[in-house]
């Protein structure tokens, strides 16, 4: 008797969907990633259903009536790809039992909130990457900077104490200064300006402003106070000399560092038109005979040269550093499997470069068009060692 297939959701939906429920006319290219394709070529005995967040009809669960969790999902069928959608085209929808789940959407963007759906799957206990505890709680970036303030004062600890390297430069946790309003009363902001306020749970360059001085920043106070109760952070606008970001991406054990130059003027580097590429180590590097080359950059096949000479030098050691830290941010919330950081850096007044911190994404991070297709398969083959630890599969 062939075992039954292990039935994996895959919360990933951000595209245009364009199926009829009749007559299936969505081509399952219309999906940026198909992960029904992607966990084929594992030959595993897995059955992938794909959808968004808005696509779940509704989440139900009984944790008494079975030893094993068992989340009844209703998913609109006309999100499904089309081959998915033929074998139940008399249908509407569709109810799943996920016995795994993956999540690569955000749970919660301006234009919708879906943590009810989140807090079903929480209910029933149903295994996940990342776990379903730590993207309930990255939906608020308060709670994120919260737990990266905890990081930072552990590394500060360390290194006080001598606990840590004896190298504390390369144990420096440079999180950003950032402050927290529950509402627009009592709004003193002492840090320079100017200064980045954030209204809310701010996504994707979404509820944020640059806010000039202190007489701009009670014109926000007042603003503030029109989005019925939203809280909001401010922190240091960063600016200087050869300013850049960098985007360091973890997934599973696998450390990527993205540098990105805005070319389009604009203060959001995520916003408008941007240099973005990834940093590698020199071969002298990785072996560990030379930690000073500088760290080179590919940029796929579409950037014109003369581009490149506004890149930044990034130097092996530095390199290092970085990945420390997002596998030091990556033990929040009893682990991130799959995480990114963003952090600003600059030359200051005396020509020092300096890295600021700013924030962690969880599950829902983008990934770089250029190395998309080779990271979406690191992320098929960490959930499938997910499932097998969980003795799915």
Avoid at 30 to 53: R, T
Avoid at 116 to 122: A, K, P
Avoid at 162 to 186: A, K, M, N, R, W
Avoid at 239 to 260: A, S
Wanted: charged share 25%.
């Amino acid at each position: 008797m062939a075992k039954s297939k292990t039935t994996l959701l895959v919360i990933d939906g951000e595209r245009q969907n364009t199926l009829h429920v009749l007559s299936g006319t969505q081509k399952d290219s219309d999906y940026k990633c198909n992960w029904a394709k992607l966990f084929e070529e594992s030959k595993e005995n897995v059955e992938v259903i794909q959808c968004g967040w808005d696509d779940i009809i509704h989440v139900s669960c009984d944790p008494f009536r079975s030893e094993k969790p068992n989340p009844s999902v209703e998913i609109s069928l006309s999100t499904l790809p089309a081959r998915e959608a033929k074998k139940r085209f008399n249908k509407p929808s569709i109810r799943v039992v996920p016995n795994f789940i993956l999540v690569r959407n955000e749970v919660r963007i301006p234009a919708k909130d879906c943590r009810n759906m989140l807090l079903g799957l929480m209910y029933s206990g149903v295994p996940s990457v990342n776990s379903l505890t730590s993207i309930y709680l990255s939906c608020d970036r308060p709670v994120v900077h919260a737990e990266l303030v905890r990081i930072k004062r552990e590394v500060d600890r360390e290194c006080t104490s001598g606990l840590g390297s004896q190298t504390p430069e390369c144990q420096h946790f440079p999180l950003i200064d950032q402050v927290y309003f529950s509402c627009e009363h009592g709004m003193m902001y002492g840090y320079q300006f100017p200064a980045v306020a954030k209204v809310g749970f701010a996504h994707a360059g979404a509820g944020k402003m640059v806010v000039k001085d202190h007489v701009m920043m009670e014109d926000f106070q007042s603003v503030l106070k029109m989005t019925n109760g939203q809280y909001c952070t401010v922190e240091p606008f960063i600016d200087g000399d050869e300013k850049f970001d960098l985007r360091i991406q973890k997934i599973g054990n696998d450390v990527r560092v993205f540098t990105r130059v805005s070319i389009s003027g604009n203060w959001k580097t995520n916003v408008g038109s941007a240099l973005f590429g990834e940093l590698f180590l020199p071969e002298c590097s990785v072996s560990g005979n030379d930690a000073s080359n500088d760290v080179y950059c590919h940029y796929g096949n579409t950037v014109d040269e003369f581009l490149t000479e506004v890149l930044p030098k990034v130097t092996a050691k530095s390199f290092h550093r970085y990945c420390d830290w997002i596998k030091l941010a990556s033990r929040m919330f009893g682990g991130l499997d799959i995480c990114t950081m963003d952090v600003v850096c600059c030359k200051d007044v005396n020509g020092v470069r300096k890295e600021y911190i700013l924030e962690v994404n969880d599950t829902s991070s983008g990934l770089a068009p250029f190395c998309e297709e080779e990271d979406n398969r690191k992320i098929r083959d960490l959930v499938l060692g997910k499932m097998k630890t969980h003795k799915l599969i």
